[in-house]
Nanobody
Framework: QVQLVESGGGLVQAGGSLRLSCAGS????????MGWFRQAPGKEREFVAA????????YYADSVKGRFTISRDNAKNTVYLQMNSLKPEDTANYYC????????????????????WGKGTLVTVSS
């Protein structure tokens, strides 16, 4: 079992930055590829970024490439999402997810195949 708890969301002006954290419980955290997803009001959940279990591979949605950076610290059972140059269209609930056996790229296309989800943290970007 892996429990995931996101934090770091909030209100920020366009062009600003936020860093989201996702703390995982359990000794097997390092066995899971980790990803960030988001869901805006009235829209479907979409992939944002993913990282392989041993941090050597990352994958990003085109809409955030060059602005967001995913990283993880397996010693702390934590995955991060650094978000820079934020835009109003980045406003959403952000969720982290874990999947055993996936690559970072697989996380981008198998949104419904995650093993565990956090409850989300809200990011609001004002114009």
């Amino acid at each position: 079992q892996v429990q995931l708890v996101e934090s770091g969301g909030g209100l920020v002006q366009a062009g600003g930055s936020l860093r989201l954290s996702c703390a995982g419980s359990g000794r097997t955290f390092s066995n899971y590829a980790m990803g960030w997803f988001r869901q805006a009001p009235g829209k479907e959940r979409e992939f944002v970024a993913a990282i392989s279990r041993r941090t050597d591979t990352t994958y990003y949605a085109d809409s955030v490439k060059g602005r967001f950076t995913i990283s993880r610290d397996n010693a702390k059972n934590t995955v991060y999402l650094q978000m820079n140059s934020l835009k109003p269209e980045d406003t959403a609930n952000y969720y982290c997810a874990a999947r055993f056996g996936y690559t970072a790229q697989a996380m981008s296309v198998m949104t419904n195949g995650m093993d565990y989800w956090g409850k989300g943290t809200l990011v609001t970007v004002s114009s």
